[in-house]
């Protein structure tokens, strides 16, 4: 097994490593044909083009015999900390088992601790077993879990965090909204977007009344989500792609 960063030639592979590991890891949960959507949203092709060339991305594809059969994409997210989220990690289902999710992840982690990350972020749906027990197995903490809609259905998907170094940032701040409401933001929890993060905002200061999203562009609260949690701020564009389900076989 070799290990190289992903070139645009890759890009086809890629999208086959993806679409054979999702049905492998969620077959049992989601209609296949949601899944075949799932691949021509999160994998489109030319946003993967644009992915493997973004210098801020940590893009490795893992090859047996000179054939993409894994691959991983990461980023350091600029938030009042630093946080190195991993946003996918896909084995061919032929190839699990072998060690190639660790060396994968081995070197993303290598990145992002280059990186001066304070933690690093990883979502994996809590029906994808397999993807669970392997951040478990890797020294990742279960951080939190929340709901994702999924093509109209309800899915519970767990955060799971490795800390890295000193959090030295601020983690949460109180905003109040073109309305007048009071919204409590959590720095800590966010999506990554095209010109700057998402964070998580609150009704309320105990964070358990979700309030929505703060766009960390402009800091304005009108954002919009669809059927895929794909988000936009209304304000400014700044744009989040369609969640993604997992980031581990």
Not at 106 to 118: G, T
Not at 234 to 242: F, L, S, T
């Amino acid at each position: 097994m070799d290990l190289r960063a992903a070139t645009a030639e890759d890009v086809d592979a890629v999208r086959s490593v993806a679409r054979e590991s999702l049905v492998a890891s969620y077959g049992h949960a989601v209609d296949e044909g949601l899944l075949d959507e799932a691949v021509e949203e999160w994998y489109d092709a030319g946003d993967l083009g644009d992915d493997i060339t973004d210098d801020d991305a940590v893009f490795p594809v893992a090859l047996v015999d000179g054939v993409v059969v894994g691959f991983a994409e990461s980023y350091v997210v600029g938030r009042r900390e630093r946080v190195g989220e991993i946003d996918w990690l896909h084995v061919h289902p032929d190839h699990r088992g072998s060690g190639i999710g660790s060396a994968l992840l081995e070197r993303v982690e290598s990145a992002l601790r280059s990186a001066d990350v304070d933690r690093i972020e990883a979502r994996v749906l809590a029906d994808n077993e397999a993807g669970t027990e392997f951040y478990e197995r890797e020294g990742y903490e279960l951080a939190g879990e929340r709901g994702v809609d999924i093509g109209g259905e309800s899915f519970a998907e767990l955060e799971y965090r490795k800390q890295i170094g000193r959090l030295t940032g601020i983690s949460e701040a109180t905003y109040e909204t073109e309305d007048g409401e009071t919204v409590h933001v959590a720095f800590d929890e966010s999506d990554r977007g095209s010109q700057a993060p998402f964070y998580v905002a609150y009704a309320d200061p105990d964070h358990e009344r979700r309030y929505g999203y703060l766009c960390g562009e402009c800091e304005g609260t009108d954002i919009a989500i669809d059927t895929m949690d794909r988000m936009e701020c209304r304000d400014c564009g700044n744009r989040r792609k369609p969640a993604r389900w997992d980031a581990a076989y």
